[in-house]
């Protein structure tokens, strides 16, 4: 069973703009707090945004003014706006549902979307 799914990834040019979509079952979407992830090719996973039930959101400072992460409780959807995209933002993004620990910090669940595929270049 697919518990995640992502879409909006694609070829852009650097100073472009994405939106991606991650949709979640209505358990899932409801009980966790949601982030997002991205890895580039012989890089570590990271970390890029997160964002719990009630709306509060943490980003990679790598990000800090170009992304904005946002959630639809009503349509368990997960979003990432991604503008002022640079090469570097290159790598596939994967949404996963987690929670916070005491120190409010994100600790990723094993439920994972497929990954969606972004491209910055010229």
């Known amino acids: 069973q697919v518990q995640l799914v992502e879409s909006g990834g694609g070829l852009v040019q650097p100073g472009g703009s994405l939106r991606l979509s991650c949709a979640a079952s209505?358990?899932?979407?409801?009980?966790?707090?949601m982030g997002w992830y991205r890895q580039a090719p012989g890089m570590q996973r990271e970390l890029v945004a997160t964002?719990?039930?009630?709306?509060?959101?943490n980003y990679a400072d790598s990000v800090k003014g170009r992304f904005t992460i946002s959630r639809d409780n009503a349509k368990n959807t997960v979003y990432l706006q991604m503008n002022k995209l640079k090469p570097g933002d290159t790598a596939v993004y994967y949404c996963?549902?987690?929670?916070?620990?005491?120190?409010?910090?994100?600790?990723?669940?094993?439920?994972w979307g497929q990954g969606t595929q972004v491209t910055v270049s010229s």
């Open positions: 996963n549902a987690g929670q916070l620990d005491a120190q409010l910090e994100y600790i990723a669940g094993v439920y």
């Open positions: 209505g358990t899932i979407f409801s009980a966790h707090a």
């Open positions: 964002i719990t039930h009630r709306g509060n959101t």
